[in-house]
């Protein structure tokens, strides 16, 4: 009995594991966007301060998640248009000199982005990690500290690309708005009414479509 509770033990691990590495690729890309601009200091600041303020919430929602947040009423509609919106001032931010803005105030912006975006991303993540648990602490608290390194390093090397090749910029805002049509597709107030009618990959085409249109226009004034 005890061999075949470590495996369910080991088992629930990698299935954590796996988890983490499917679906903390998005978050990455958001905290590589949002600190792209910044020097290789205060980068790593605002990577280090975002990651830790993520994760914290990561716990504490997921420790509420016992009710099902993807059925709370608006939460995914009010998450995915948030992510359009932040898709696009990424993307408007993208072309602004930084050297207007002072260090400090840019850490702080990148630090706020991370968090809003993070915690509007992770809701799959906070469910999964939720479900393999199966209400273990100590496997609850290892998946979610576990995605903070993959966090910190996919995201750094992404703002070190970002800031060299800016395609790469679109290509980020262009996955955040993808999943921003994502959850709006699986805003449950919409079905019947929108999902019927469009799949979610031409949900998230509009999306995209959106917020380059969007930051396009902003970014020609």
Not at 180 to 189: K, Q, V, Y
Request: proline letters at 2%; hydrophobic letters at 60%.
């Amino acid at each position: 009995m005890e061999t075949c509770g470590n495996l369910a033990f080991m088992f629930s691990i990698l299935q954590i594991i796996i988890i983490d590495l499917v679906l903390s690729g998005d978050n990455a890309v958001v905290i590589g966007m949002a600190t792209r601009n910044l020097d290789v200091r205060n980068r790593k600041k605002a990577v280090l301060l975002g990651a830790l303020a993520a994760i914290l919430l990561r716990i504490f929602f997921t420790y509420i998640a016992a009710v099902s947040l993807v059925q709370v009423p608006l939460l995914q509609l009010i998450g995915g248009l948030a992510l359009i919106w932040i898709a696009v001032k990424l993307l408007v931010d993208n072309n602004v000199d930084c050297t207007i803005v002072s260090s400090q105030r840019s850490l702080l912006r990148a630090v706020k982005t991370i968090v809003l975006a993070d915690l509007i991303m992770s809701l799959d993540n906070i469910l999964a990690v939720g479900g393999a648990s199966h209400g273990d602490l100590i496997l609850l608290l290892f998946g979610l500290l576990f995605s903070m390194p993959l966090l910190m390093v996919g995201s750094q090397l992404l703002a070190s690309l970002m800031s060299r090749f800016n395609w790469i910029t679109y290509l980020g805002g262009v996955v955040i708005a993808w999943v921003a049509g994502e959850m709006i597709h699986s805003e449950i107030i919409l079905k019947g009414l929108l999902v019927p009618n469009f799949s979610p990959f031409f949900i998230s085409i509009f999306s995209v479509l959106v917020v380059l249109s969007t930051a396009k226009v902003i970014q020609s004034r």
